[in-house]
């Protein structure tokens, strides 16, 4: 059975979803004001493993992520590039999914907008002024009282009497007590901004994934998740909201992506470690770079390093070079190689152990293929299908081996001219010629593989 760690329970526990065969679950996604980085990657390819995992295993998995496209961030960088906040939406938008689709992210069932849901949102709100959690300030804003909501704070255990002690009033704020947070903001001059019972505004962040996820998925679901910061005061005030304007449960599950860190520090752009996605797919293969990120369990925090990303493309070959020259045929599920992957995948999503066992899996396929047994092609075909349950190894060997060559790198045709013109030497029993084409290749990062059947190459990482 699938056990599960909950943040809110603070263990691991048998996960029964609310209805047999089908799970709902929602993840907090991108504010789009710029383009994704590496811990946004971290967050995409963690839950698209999760939901890829409990697919395989039957489930129908109605996957809702959301897009945060009304913020002040918007906003404000809108402003200083001179373009209406909708633009700059739409074009971060467009990159964030080419950048998901190189790291082969799966697309969500749904993916609602903010703008999109003004409406429910606004309702969400009468609703908690009407059940007195909420009240409108005489500056156009609406803010939800938070010691109202006896349960404030379980999800993170925060004492609400120090929340109190540390907490303190902004300038332009009209709140009852310093706690309150901000349910709809009164428009500023110039801002976008949409009618409301309470003037013209726009809403506040956390009441847009109150009402989309209710929108999408009703008053209770299955799974919440989202990334290492999003706890308090994010989902923290999900829960206020929502329990108090529905009556129930919010969500059964909550789940959080560990944070990424850049050489042991955490990222940041005033430290000059911060990465874009872009930035990392401009120097490393995609598939390498979801491996790096798909191989740490999705709790622990990852260390992003030059090291970490070659070890990855290191790993990863290893994988391909036993696929390489290997026919694939499917093979069925019910072997041990299978039981343990999916064992440790029941185990909280366990990746590293479920890598572990495709390990075993390379060695028993290298064993085959040396023997040249028949077993070889039914180990490539469940290597292959384990594998893309992962979001790995569906490319074609050869191309992921070989790659392709960056500015000032030999190409193709021209490695391969060289192991003709090896091969030649070898034929005219001149070694010092083959050995120096083999070194210069060496140096440009080529790797040789000599066998029965001719010389293969690929590029080292």
Excluded at 91 to 110: F, G, N, Y
Excluded at 146 to 172: C, H, I, P, Q
């Amino acid at each position: 059975m699938l056990q599960i760690y909950n943040t809110l329970t603070k263990e691991k526990a048998p996960f029964k979803p609310l209805q047999e065969g089908k799970i709902k679950m929602y993840v907090c996604g991108v504010t789009v004001y710029d383009y994704c980085h590496i811990g946004h990657a971290r967050v995409m390819v963690a839950f698209d493993v999760i939901t890829r995992y409990m697919r395989s295993q039957g489930w129908d998995v109605d996957y809702v992520r959301n897009i945060t496209d009304v913020d002040d961030k918007i906003i404000k960088r809108a402003a200083e590039n001179g373009e209406e906040p909708n633009q700059l939406t739409e074009r971060m938008i467009s990159a964030m999914h080419e950048d998901e689709a190189k790291l082969a992210v799966l697309r969500p069932t749904q993916e609602p907008r903010a703008t999109a849901h003004i409406g429910d949102i606004i309702n969400l709100v009468q609703t908690l002024i009407d059940k007195g959690f909420a009240y409108a300030a005489d500056n156009g804003d609406v803010y939800y009282r938070v010691e109202k909501f006896a349960e404030y704070g379980k999800l993170t255990n925060k004492n609400v009497d120090e929340l109190r002690s540390g907490a303190r009033v902004e300038v332009g704020e009209a709140k009852e007590s310093p706690l309150d947070f901000v349910l709809w903001k009164g428009a500023k001059e110039g801002e976008v901004s949409w009618d409301s019972p309470w003037g013209k505004g726009r809403p506040g962040w956390h009441i847009e994934c109150s009402a989309m996820s209710k929108c999408c998925l009703g008053d209770t679901f299955d799974i919440h998740g989202g990334g290492p910061d999003l706890p308090f005061p994010h989902h923290e005030n999900e829960i206020a909201q929502s329990e108090a304007a529905n009556g129930y449960t919010y969500v059964n599950t909550w789940m959080h992506a560990g944070p990424v860190r850049v050489n042991s520090e955490k990222m940041s752009k005033s430290l000059g470690n911060f990465f874009t996605i872009r930035d990392v797919l401009e120097k490393y293969n995609a598939e390498v770079v979801r491996f790096f990120l798909a191989r740490v369990h999705y709790r622990t925090y990852i260390d992003y390093s030059e090291d970490s990303l070659k070890e990855a493309r290191v790993m990863l070959e290893r994988f391909y070079q036993a696929l390489r020259g290997v026919e694939v045929v499917e093979a069925e599920a019910n072997n041990d190689f299978d039981a343990r992957f999916v064992e440790a995948m029941n185990d909280d999503f366990n990746t590293p152990k479920a890598i572990s066992v495709l390990f075993e899996l390379v060695n028993e396929l290298n064993k085959a293929s040396r023997e040249g047994s028949d077993d070889a092609p039914k180990l490539a075909g469940q290597l292959k299908r384990l594998g893309g349950i992962l979001g790995l190894l569906q490319q074609d060997p050869v191309a992921f081996l070989q790659g392709e060559a960056k500015e000032g790198e030999l190409g193709a045709e021209e490695i391969e001219a060289l192991i003709v013109q090896r091969a030649d030497a070898k034929k005219n029993r001149d070694f010092a010629e083959s050995d120096r084409i083999r070194d210069e290749l060496a140096e440009q990062g080529i790797i040789l593989k000599d066998s029965r059947e001719g010389t293969t190459w690929f590029r080292e990482a």
